[in-house]
């Protein structure tokens, strides 16, 4: 059915649960997503699992779901990352690893994939934020 679709030009995308048991592990889970890119499939959203009676064996604590989407950065390509997000009744809601932490004077104090501290120089420019960042608390 996908080859179908790819054949007339339909691009196809993928949208997952993550589940507990099933696809949350990093293994398992970049294993999932490039399954998918190589059958030409974009994976689009990795769906926090929303709170339903009688499923919440499934469930994944966001934490953990963010430590997964943070595994797949720098082990993967980037077409086998998704969207990671909740869907809530007034929309999705991204769940993303802030990797900004703050700014120091002309610095950006960034958080690697390891869970480290660097600073950066920033570029001087004439841009300003309109959502500014505050001093730097650690």
Same mark, same amino acid.
């Given at each position: 059915?996908v080859?179908?679709?790819? &054949?007339r *030009? %339909? $691009?196809?995308?993928?949208? &997952? ?5 099933i696809?949350? #592990?990093p ?8 399954? @998918? ?5 974009? /994976? !689009? !959203?990795?769906?926090q699992?929303?709170?339903?009676? *009688? #499923?919440?064996?499934?469930r994944?604590p ?6 997964l ?6 082990? #993967? #390509?980037?077409?086998? %990352? $998704?969207?990671?997000?909740?869907d809530t009744? &007034?929309?999705?809601?991204?769940l993303? /690893?802030?990797?900004?932490l ?8 960034? @958080?690697d ?13 004439? !841009?300003?934020? /309109?959502?500014? @960042? ?5």
């Amino acid at each position: 059915a996908v080859d179908t679709l790819l &054949s007339r *030009g %339909i $691009p196809v995308g993928n949208q &997952s649960v993550l589940l507990a048991g099933i696809n949350d #592990t990093p293994e398992r889970l970049k294993k999932l997503l490039e399954g @998918l890119v190589k059958m030409r499939v974009r /994976p !689009y !959203y990795l769906y926090q699992a929303q709170t339903v009676e *009688g #499923t919440a064996h499934l469930r994944v604590p966001i934490e953990k779901g963010l430590d997964l989407m943070r595994s797949l950065r720098g082990n #993967t #390509t980037g077409f086998a %990352i $998704p969207q990671y997000v909740l869907d809530t009744p &007034s929309g999705k809601i991204p769940l993303s /690893p802030n990797h900004l932490l703050g700014r120091e004077d002309n610095d950006v104090v960034l @958080l690697d994939l390891k869970k480290k501290a660097w600073r950066e120089i920033n570029p001087l420019s004439d !841009y300003v934020s /309109p959502h500014p @960042l505050g001093p730097l608390e650690v």
